[in-house]
């Protein structure tokens, strides 16, 4: 137990109460404890969730109105030392204990990237922690899903002191993290960058404000330097770049592991393998290491004379390198792209999936991909806009009825389903709707 009052009475403009001894740290309303502190920070909804704070031992925020509206055992914190005073509770409660930490950023292949890292450590019988967008995993073993890229920066401190054994942490950092600022005062010993294009600018509004959150990184590291890819150079003087080249696999390797065959993953297993070499000082027998696909990046299923890709591919850049991928990996067969855009996002990256697709797509089907609180129909009128062949275009709202379109026309062909990868969900109305891609397909073979 600790005396939370004391760590942060410099930090406070105002506290009541008599018993502020804590033993745990949240930030939801829902993960009451005993004798846990609750960061309660202001939002336009606050009001509903205030009679949930009475659980506990302790309510911490930044918000005036909150702070009136609170009974006893309150702290009133300025919002500029928000984050320092989580910081101080969690060094007492979750101490940091790191050994080697390595950040990854990027528009797209920072899940690939990291998972390729992990099994290049784990091979050489370390213990590793990796977290990111498909959950937390300690020496390839998933423990945990904060259903986010990068979790809060409570539940970050609160893993890494759970997983305080771990001889390498990597770590998956997406641009709203650096811009929220989850990693606050965490170092980092390694940083790379897999590449830069358009996504998310519903929340950063321009490309230089994402090109900007991205660059947050640097902030953790002593070394200004990060590990880029030859072919995603970056021309910026606040950082070195180190330069990685691609590796070379034969024939055989391909065969052996279809996904080696494709151009944008071997950029992700040469970043991987260069991050390895840093960290080491020293080669890997990776090409000995069978190498598994991260779940729900490239995921390949073989039926009949077909090759069935599954791909969390859902902006621009990323459907035109797998596409042109697939294309040139698998030239003797049509190349058949399933996709849609995802509502209460970045409308204006549509119509560029559609004319990123379409550039190697030998037939598409338009469907529906998370729609959210938006009207599919109308997502679909967006993205149709960047088609210049429509007549290869097929639109099916209902990914259910899409996906079996698509399987029954399949004739020796590549079928590409992209944009929701390892999602289990469709996210409908603000329900979240049990569903999966990969588990559709399967169904569909075995009936």
């Known amino acids: 137990m600790i005396?939370?009052?004391?760590?942060?009475?410099?930090?406070?403009?105002?506290?009541?109460?008599?018993?502020?001894?804590?033993?745990?740290?949240?930030?939801?309303?829902?993960?009451q404890k005993k004798d846990s502190a609750l960061f309660f920070k202001s939002s336009k909804s606050y009001e509903k969730y205030l009679d949930k704070t009475e659980g506990f031992k302790l309510v911490i925020t930044d918000s005036m109105d909150i702070y009136n509206g609170l009974k006893e055992n309150k702290i009133l914190i300025d919002k500029e030392n928000w984050l320092e005073s989580q910081k101080r509770l969690l060094d007492e409660v979750y101490p940091l204990s790191l050994n080697h930490v390595t950040g990854i950023t990027g528009t797209n292949g920072k899940t690939s990237t990291t998972h390729y890292l992990e099994e290049l450590i784990f091979h050489e019988k370390k213990n590793v922690l990796r977290i990111g967008t498909l959950g937390v995993f300690y020496n390839k073993e998933k423990k945990m899903d904060f259903s986010l890229t990068t979790p809060s920066f409570i539940d970050l401190r609160k893993c890494l002191h759970e997983f305080k054994d771990a001889d390498y942490v990597i770590l998956e950092a997406s641009s709203h993290a650096l811009e929220q600022e989850r990693f606050y005062n965490i170092p980092f010993n390694l940083a790379a960058w897999t590449n830069f294009s358009q996504d998310h600018l519903d929340y950063h509004k321009t490309m230089k404000e994402y090109f900007n959150s991205k660059l947050k990184i640097l902030r953790h590291l002593d070394k200004k330097e990060i590990l880029v890819p030859i072919e995603e150079e970056i021309e910026d003087s606040s950082f070195t770049t180190i330069p990685v080249e691609k590796l070379d696999f034969s024939k055989e390797e391909i065969e052996n592991n279809p996904e080696l065959g494709l151009l944008f993953n071997q950029k992700n297993i040469s970043l991987a393998y260069a991050l390895f070499k840093e960290i080491f000082n020293k080669d890997s027998n990776f090409k000995k290491i069978n190498f598994s696909a991260p779940d729900g990046r490239f995921n390949f299923i073989k039926y009949k004379n077909s090759l069935i890709v599954i791909d969390f591919a859902h902006t621009p850049d990323a459907l035109l390198k797998i596409c042109e991928s697939l294309k040139k990996s698998f030239s003797q067969k049509k190349l058949k792209v399933l996709f849609g855009c995802g509502g209460d996002r970045d409308p204006s990256k549509r119509p560029l999936m559609a004319s990123a697709v379409e550039k190697y797509a030998d037939s598409i089907i338009l469907t529906s991909d998370n729609p959210r609180f938006e009207d599919p129909s109308k997502i679909i009128?967006?993205?149709?806009?960047?088609?210049?062949?429509?007549?290869?275009?097929?639109?099916?709202?209902?990914?259910?009825?899409?996906?079996?379109?698509?399987?029954?026309?399949?004739?020796?062909?590549?079928?590409?389903?992209?944009?929701?990868?390892h999602e289990p969900y469709l996210d409908i109305k603000g329900e979240k709707i049990p569903f999966n891609d990969k588990e559709e397909i399967l169904k569909y073979i075995n009936d």
């Open 381 to 421: 009128e967006d993205a149709f806009l960047g088609f210049k062949d429509q007549k290869k275009v097929l639109v099916e709202i209902d990914r259910v009825k899409a996906l079996k379109i698509g399987m029954e026309s399949l004739d020796s062909d590549v079928f590409l389903i992209a944009g929701k990868g």
């Open 3 to 31: 005396n939370a009052l004391e760590i942060l009475k410099d930090l406070c403009r105002d506290f009541k109460g008599d018993n502020f001894e804590i033993s745990d740290i949240e930030w939801k309303v829902q993960n």
